[in-house]
């Protein structure tokens, strides 16, 4: 069993950067992939970006691409997410997720959430 909780969201202006954490506990966490997920206001929760359980892979949304960078610590149980360049779109939840089978999913394992709100 994995225990996720996220820190590190806020109020932003566009153009702004924020970094997410995701604190895991439990054993099995250098195991298992990784991922980021949103859900902003009225619209369904999305997929942001995935690391595998090495960090060697890593994906992201097209809308994410250049602007945002997953990484992993291992020995911390650590997740982040380096968010640059904001956007109003990324306003949302963002939860972080771990999967103990491959980026693809399915995670079982999720955090409270934590709120972004990027003002223009």
């Known amino acids: 069993q994995v225990q996720l909780v996220e820190s590190g969201g806020g109020l932003v202006q566009a153009g702004g950067s924020l970094r997410l954490s995701c604190a895991a506990s439990?054993?099995?966490?250098?195991?298992?992939?990784m991922g980021w997920f949103r859900q902003a206001p009225g619209k369904e929760r999305e997929s942001v970006a995935h690391?595998?359980?090495?960090?060697?892979?890593?994906s992201y949304v097209e809308s994410v691409k250049g602007r945002f960078t997953i990484s992993r610590d291992n020995a911390k149980k650590m997740v982040y997410l380096q968010m640059n360049s904001l956007r109003v779109e990324d306003t949302g939840v963002y939860y972080c997720a771990g999967s103990p089978m491959t980026v693809a999913g399915p995670y079982d394992y999720w955090g409270q959430g934590t709120q972004v709100t990027v003002s223009s």
């Open positions: 690391i595998s359980w090495s960090g060697g892979s890593t």
């Open positions: 439990g054993r099995t966490f250098s195991s298992i992939a």
